[in-house]
């Protein structure tokens, strides 16, 4: 079973990337514990996405980006191609700069103290933080499983952070799961319990990424095709068993990482007269209410995961690129090239938490480019032959994307409408 996990928790970074530190410290700071059902039911949408993604990779023994160049027109995979694109840059940027910020505020005060402003700070920590993700891509160069187990790491420090977190909190336990069964908003404040709620959804569920779990899968595919035919046994259903429960662990572990989130927000902040609303101020405010060491803490797992979920994104640049155009592209020039237009925005003194917002807008219209072809891929007998959805599978699958869908245009919505 060791030898199969992996592939999903590499996936599930994206699930506790910097744009879910923003949204769920906002969500846990205005709406106390009101909002971790959202969580529950996000993270069942994407245990179902996961799992089907990484299905048709095992199954066609091709990623999702080369199974859309195989089975539809040209035009149509220019199309979902450069809609892959604008995801994959806009997270890349996301992930980079929640990198950059975490390393910021480890050594900002020092940096300031000694004269150097915002924006020299911010960009040196930038260049830091492009230097390490080069160095967790170079893991791969070792053999895939180093860089799976690097990442994992990763999200073993973020994970022991946050459980540190809520130990020092001490949250009511009856009352958080209370809220975590009961689908509620905020009666007083409907419309921004409401945008809130949807921001967190929209931070969960990650186009980008389910490019890259069908890609994920296929060194141990190749392995499996070398291993002798045992009779009346499925090699493929084999790994499909195991890559449910990979997914199974990774997706529940990153929904109760982001739990804690919340639960941290909502035992430290919630009380304040104002609502903590960015990763600065959470990070201002932790130190005096619970000690240096929580604000430290903090700053860590916000730095680990820019730079895992930085790393991830890379990964997903290069499989959406090779995969749709049908070419080999260097994982470190893609790097180099997705680093540039970070370094700019930081360089010429833009607020990276505005950036952080934007990505997530730009990706809520890019969702439906990654989510609609994995359906209809999965649904296809001509594709999936005996492993086609069952029907269950189907309906549930639709189901998903249409809420998905409908909430993610109500954020937009909002967001259009000055919400």
């Known amino acids: 079973m060791w030898a199969y996990f992996g592939p999903a928790f590499v996936a599930s970074v994206a699930y ?67 809609a892959a694109e604008v995801s994959a840059i806009a997270t890349d940027l996301a992930e980079f700069l929640g990198a950059a910020l975490g390393l910021y505020l480890l050594v900002g005060p020092a940096m300031l103290a000694h004269g150097w402003t915002r924006t020299e700070t911010m960009f040196a920590a930038a260049l830091v933080s492009a230097v390490a993700v080069f160095l967790i891509l170079a893991l791969d160069l070792a053999g895939y499983q180093w860089l799976e187990w690097g990442i994992m790491a990763f999200v073993g420090v973020i994970g022991l ?72 046994s499925s090699r493929r259903r084999k790994y499909l068993r195991f890559e449910l429960i990979d997914v199974l662990f990774a997706m529940n572990g990153a929904w109760l990482i982001n739990s804690a989130m919340i639960l941290m927000a909502a035992v430290a902040f919630s009380h304040l007269p104002n609502p903590v609303t960015t990763i600065e101020q959470a990070h201002e405010t932790l130190g005096p209410l619970l000690g240096p060491v929580s604000a430290v803490i903090f700053a860590v797992a916000l730095f680990c995961s820019g730079l895992s979920s930085s790393t991830v994104g890379v990964m997903a640049g290069q499989v959406i690129i090779e995969g749709f155009l049908d070419i080999k592209f260097s994982i470190f020039l893609r790097r180099l090239i997705t680093v540039i237009p970070a370094l700019i925005v930081i360089a010429v003194g833009l607020d990276p938490l505005k950036i952080l917002i ?57 967001i259009a409408f000055g919400g």
């Open 161 to 232: 952070c946050y459980g540190f977190e809520v130990f020092l909190v001490h949250p009511d336990w009856k009352l958080a799961a209370y809220r975590t069964l009961l689908p509620t908003l905020d009666p007083k404040q409907l419309h921004a319990s409401l945008y809130v709620a949807v921001g967190m959804l929209g931070a969960t569920v990650m186009p980008h990424v389910i490019y890259l779990h069908s890609a994920l899968v296929q060194p141990r595919v190749q392995e499996l095709k070398k291993q002798p035919m045992v009779v009346g």
């Open 16 to 82: 506790i990337d910097p744009g879910n530190f923003a949204t769920n410290i906002e969500g846990g700071s205005r709406f106390g514990y009101r909002l971790l059902w959202v969580l529950l039911w996000s993270n069942a949408m994407a245990i179902l996405i996961q799992y089907l993604s990484a299905k048709l990779g095992i199954v066609t023994g091709l990623t999702l980006p080369q199974n859309c160049r195989k089975h539809f027109s040209r035009p149509m995979t220019i199309f979902l191609w450069v």
């Open 358 to 414: 934007f990505s997530q807008v730009i990706l809520s219209f890019t969702l439906p480019f990654a989510l609609i072809p994995l359906l209809i891929l999965t649904n296809r007998h001509s594709v999936m032959d005996t492993f086609v959805s069952a029907r269950r599978t189907k309906i549930a699958g639709w189901v998903s994307v249409g809420i998905i869908l409908t909430l993610n245009a109500v954020l937009l919505g909002q």
